[in-house]
């Protein structure tokens, strides 16, 4: 089982919300109080994710990055849907994207996308999996619907 790391209240959230990966645990400093991350620990809870709060530091050393705000998750593989379960709608918008080898710029791509009302995206066959985090903060959790 592949597990791939999520950092921020944003990608968090978003894996959560978007169901396209089991989310495994969620490590979230115990000083952690605001109502985006109350939000996040409860749809957690909801869906019977662990959650273990940890002092900043232990997950600072953790996390890949320093932009965590305190809160990461440990994911499974993304899901993908079907072409079928896409274009049985009336109508779709699917987007072609090649070419793109950078997971910030193919983040932006994503959130740009989703921000148009794309229904789907066609990549070519590659392995994101080991920049998930980049792709999930980089889209601003659009990746992850």
Not at 35 to 47: N, P, R, S
Not at 49 to 68: F, P, Q, S
Not at 86 to 97: I, P
Request: aromatic fraction near 8%; proline fraction near 1%; glycine fraction near 8%.
């Amino acid at each position: 089982m592949e597990t791939c790391i999520v950092e921020g209240n944003i990608s968090v959230k978003a894996v959560l919300l978007g169901k396209k990966r089991k989310v495994h645990k969620i490590l979230v400093d115990a000083k952690k109080k605001d109502k985006d991350t109350a939000f996040i620990l409860h749809k957690a809870k909801e869906a019977q994710v662990d959650i273990t709060y940890m002092k900043r530091e232990e997950i600072d050393a953790l996390a890949t990055g320093k932009t965590h705000g305190g809160i990461i998750a440990y994911c499974g593989q993304r899901k993908y849907q079907n072409l079928e379960e896409l274009v049985n709608k009336k109508q779709v918008f699917l987007a072609l994207v090649e070419g793109v080898e950078d997971p910030f710029n193919f983040g932006y791509v994503l959130r740009t996308l989703y921000a148009a009302g794309c229904d789907g995206v066609l990549v070519p066959l590659r392995n994101w999996t080991t920049a998930a985090d980049v792709v999930t903060r980089a889209s601003a959790g659009a990746s992850e619907y």
